[in-house]
């Protein structure tokens, strides 16, 4: 059908457009690491426009508004902030560690430091009740922060006591 009929009147429309087709694939190609790297610059960007505008809207909004941390803008900080360290932690002190334990008072520190830690986590871990230990740990710190944050409203460990009835029950069938 192409070069016949109603496309001949405009040359070859299908040869070009195939043309322009692996032209756009070897560029796509060469370039996909660049096309990558701005495709997550302009997310960034755009995140943060948003991010400051909704910061704009909640200054302005009232001073006398509290700042909910599980709805609103409140949940939003609380996420840019996972996200930010996360990037923190990926492009500085990953580089960081590994160009400091690659240098001789790197390597000291991993053998008079970490691998005595280590040795005894090794030697924790191969006891019969360590994980039981673990768990117990975590069960009464969970607890304690429990009673402690529901000190002015216990009505607040209602649902708790349901997901309790619930692990139950499921434990027992």
């Known amino acids: ?25 070897r560029l796509r190609t060469k370039y996909h690491s660049l096309e990558v790297k701005c495709f997550y610059g302009l997310i960034a960007i755009l995140y943060n426009v948003y991010f400051f505008f909704a910061l704009n809207s909640f200054l302005t909004a009232g001073s006398g508004k509290d700042l909910d941390w599980c709805n ?21 002190v990953r580089p960081f560690s590994n160009w400091f334990f690659s240098k001789k008072t790197g ?18 871990m191969s006891l019969k009740f360590s994980s039981a230990i673990i768990y117990i740990v975590v069960v009464v710190a969970f607890v304690i ?4 944050d529901t000190a002015d409203d216990r009505r607040r460990l209602m649902s708790a006591f349901g997901i309790v009835i619930l692990v139950r029950n499921r434990i027992l069938c």
């Open 1 to 25: 059908m192409c070069g016949t009929g109603v496309f001949s009147r405009f040359g070859n429309v299908c040869q070009n457009w195939a043309a322009f087709q692996a032209k756009l694939g």
């Open 72 to 92: 609103g803008f409140g949940l939003l900080i609380l996420l840019t902030v996972v996200v930010y360290f996360g990037l923190f932690r990926r492009f500085v």
């Open 107 to 124: 390597i000291q520190f991993r053998r008079k430091i970490l691998e005595p830690i280590e040795g005894h986590y090794t030697s924790f």
């Open 145 to 148: 922060f429990l009673i402690i």
